[in-house]
């Protein structure tokens, strides 16, 4: 498969990086680590007419630990940010999430920035156009119809939405870290913690502004303890079917202070269970408090329903991550 015409451009700041995103045509494009951006112009699932070369730009790529935490330029590798030592010691979690993203030439290629801002995944989406032509235009490719839930005259509904997939394993990560990021557009930088970074729209996954780019990820100080678990078919080159990543830290006497759940690959952005997070806090971390809320887990979670397995199967696989999550916090 070929990649469509386009105009390729290559700034040499994020001034003019947004300018170039903000000013050309409709639909312009970041190339940071081409991942999943040159898969999908090659299955022409995109097409932008022009693309913005970022790694043009210097300075972009670089961990840094300092007081106020941990500050991650957008396009560090994902390689880089799983071998880190920094990371490794102070954010073992965030380590080990990165290390879980593909194989090592996915890894290597791949960027902390593109993968946080990675569009939302369907089956019936992610395909060639060719596989794609044999059926109407769904909605996140601006026709009036999800394949995965149609909209039936029976039901009485007259719209529906998409029902594609956040299938990120980092977001879950940074977010229950309580992670901030930094991004710059033409009217200016603007912070934004990460989980506002999610729209909880298919259609429209990030709430990124017209020509905004991430120019900065800060992960606060660590504290408690952080665990990333991932279910996938296979153990490599796959999204995960469901991922979970939680954040506990603990007080006098081993009562629960803060806590955090969050889930990938349940909706359309990443989810946290709050009610769970309320049983989980002042209790203590033994067999009946796990046991009592991997058992809510999946009755609090309402999976969407994707083109891969049903939300059955992922409030079930909810329930076991969680425990697995907490037995080894124990």
């Given at each position: 498969m070929r990649l469509p015409e386009f105009e390729y451009v290559e700034p040499k700041t994020l001034r003019e990086a947004t300018k170039?995103?903000?000013?050309?045509?409709?639909?312009?494009?970041?190339?940071?680590?081409?991942?999943?951006?040159?898969?999908?112009?090659?299955?022409?699932?995109?097409r932008p007419r022009r693309v913005v070369n970022l790694k043009t730009v210097p300075g972009l790529a670089y961990i840094a630990n300092q007081k106020d935490g941990l500050k991650i330029g957008p396009l560090t590798s994902l390689h880089d940010l799983a071998s880190s030592r920094i990371v490794r010691r102070r954010y073992p979690a965030l380590s080990y999430a990165a290390a879980q993203v593909g194989a090592y030439a996915l890894q290597a290629m791949g960027t902390l920035g593109g993968n946080l801002c990675q569009g939302n995944r369907c089956r019936f989406y992610n395909q060639s156009s060719v596989w794609r032509g044999v059926r109407p235009p769904c909605y996140k490719t601006g026709g009036n119809i999800c394949h995965v839930v149609p909209v039936r005259k029976t039901s009485g509904r007259t719209s529906g939405s998409c029902h594609s997939t956040y299938c990120g394993d980092l977001a879950p990560v940074l977010i229950a870290l309580g992670s901030q990021m930094r991004l710059i557009g033409p009217n200016g930088g603007r912070p934004l913690p990460l989980k506002e970074l999610f729209t909880q729209s298919g259609k429209k996954?990030?709430?990124?502004?017209?020509?905004?780019?991430?120019?900065?990820?800060?992960?606060?100080?660590p504290s408690?303890?952080?665990?990333?678990l991932k279910w996938r078919l296979r153990d490599a080159l796959e999204f995960p079917l469901i991922g979970l990543a939680l954040h506990l830290e603990t007080g006098t006497g081993g009562k629960i202070q803060q806590a955090k759940v969050i889930f990938t690959g349940?909706?359309?952005?990443?989810?946290e269970t709050l009610e769970t997070e309320k049983m989980l806090m002042g209790g203590l971390l033994d067999a009946g408090l796990i046991e009592k809320v991997s058992s809510h887990v999946g009755n609090e979670l309402s999976p969407m329903r994707t083109s891969m397995v049903s939300p059955a199967y992922?409030?079930?696989m909810a329930g076991i991550l969680l425990k697995q999550a907490l037995d080894q916090m124990c």
């Open positions: 170039l995103l903000s000013s050309g045509p409709k639909g312009s494009a970041l190339l940071a680590g081409g991942t999943d951006l040159l898969v999908s112009m090659k299955h022409q699932v995109l996954s990030l709430s990124l502004k017209p020509g905004e780019i991430l120019e900065e990820v800060l992960v606060p100080p408690g303890k952080t665990v990333y349940v909706g359309p952005g990443p989810v992922k409030r079930q």
